[in-house]
């Protein structure tokens, strides 16, 4: 994703790198490391900035059958073989979200409960990669894809508020299952705590697959200085869990990765100022450790403020390239996960944009438009609910939809 601010042919190199012939009957996707399918982020992110049918076509049979393999559907494909519709990646990599240290996952291992324990990211994760597909399969015209689709989201979202759902914590957890594979209850610590109090427990945030009181309760732990939220960002362990440290490699430290997606997802709750917030905190940190260090850091722990892990993880960092383009690069349009870019046409000096906008939800959005500084005049034909200037020429428009395509003009 930090390539195409740079090559959108780049960009596409590397989505293509892991996608593989449609109906390769050996090799569903090209996989090594964590089973996070950024891929699907990747392209949303491409066909955003391009509109481009011909890269839609191309790439939609591949992702389905990457999808296919990721939610259980393709033969031999083991990770939907519990009762409870949740998914579990353990047969292919010990790590679901790429967060080796992170407590349930770490102690799952430790107890050998892999066989019977369906992590909260993984489904979370699918869902948003059916709603990704399921807007391009409406529009190439894959009408039973795209029914398909939404009933995997639907269906899986369901499963997450059944069993996974923990109210005495306010967060999602870790499903164990019995022998028969059926769901037995949420994974604790030894004190009787949710292991999954951390961005994992708040992940279906950004797959919309949560209740209204389920979101009040999630952006509340993500904006609180006593849980989720620290001077340098997201902790991906809440601070006031009983198995927080400040000395782990997840556990107590603030990747970027993971500020990018609940970025998008504040954008997608037309919570303009959090999702500023969470950018700016990330290009201010990473940019205070690159003037000191002129290193490109994994990750930053919490206590010290300072860049950890290996010193050449680039793309580990490269959100704050999407940060930086949806803030500061005139001739950018940013929209949450639910919004897709139908159409985006600048003027040759980025003083004027008309924009054809695809929202999947009915429900306030945020918007960022990129611009030369000056005066505008913007018109939409929905409802807006607020306008306004984060800087001079960057415009976040919030707006209430009250249908799917949505027409912005500024001038």
Request: charged share 20%; glycine share 6%; proline share 4%.
């Amino acid at each position: 994703m930090g390539l195409t601010a740079f090559s959108l042919r780049r960009g596409f190199d590397c989505l293509n790198a892991y996608l593989t012939p449609p109906n390769d009957d050996e090799t569903a996707f090209i996989h090594h490391g964590s089973m996070v399918p950024t891929q699907f982020y990747l392209f949303a992110e491409l066909l955003n900035k391009t509109q481009s049918k011909q890269l839609a076509e191309y790439c939609y049979p591949r992702l389905m059958q990457y999808y296919q393999f990721y939610v259980g559907k393709a033969r031999n494909s083991t990770t939907a073989n519990l009762k409870s519709g949740l998914l579990r990646p353990w047969d292919y990599f010990y790590n679901s979200g790429g967060w080796d240290d992170y407590p349930p996952q770490k102690a799952m291992h430790e107890q050998r409960l892999s066989q019977v324990c369906a992590p909260v990211i993984t489904t979370a994760y699918a869902i948003r990669c059916a709603k990704i597909l399921e807007y391009t399969a409406d529009l190439l015209g894959h009408t039973q894809d795209a029914a398909q689709l939404q009933q995997d989201a639907v269906h899986f979202t369901q499963k997450l508020n059944e069993y996974s759902w923990d109210e005495q914590s306010g967060y999602f957890g870790y499903v164990l299952h019995d022998e028969q594979g059926q769901p037995s209850g949420i994974f604790r610590s030894a004190d009787g705590s949710n292991y999954n109090m951390g961005l994992g427990g708040a992940s279906p945030l950004f797959a919309s697959a949560c209740t209204p009181h389920q979101q009040q309760i999630l952006w509340s732990k993500l904006k609180n200085d006593d849980n989720l939220w620290c001077d340098c960002g997201l902790s991906t362990v809440d601070q006031s869990a009983s198995y927080y440290r400040h000395d782990g490699y997840w556990n107590g430290a603030v990747w970027i990765p993971y500020q990018w997606m609940f970025f998008k997802a504040a954008l997608d709750n037309g919570d303009a100022d959090f999702a500023f917030k969470i950018a700016d905190t990330i290009l201010k940190l990473w940019q205070q450790e690159c003037a000191n260090s002129y290193l490109c850091f994994e990750h930053f722990m919490i206590e010290s403020r300072r860049g950890a892990g290996w010193h050449q993880f680039g793309g580990l960092s490269a959100p704050v390239v999407q940060f930086y383009e949806s803030y500061y690069r005139t001739g950018t349009v940013t929209t949450g996960l639910d919004t897709f870019v139908e159409k985006a046409v600048f003027d040759p000096d980025h003083t004027q944009a008309e924009l054809s906008l695809f929202c999947t939800q009915q429900k306030p959005c945020t918007i960022l438009v990129a611009m030369q500084q000056g005066e505008r005049n913007i018109t939409c034909d929905t409802k807006v609910c607020s306008i306004s200037q984060r800087h001079a020429g960057l415009w976040e428009i919030t707006i209430c939809p009250d249908k799917s395509t949505v027409k912005l003009s500024i001038q």
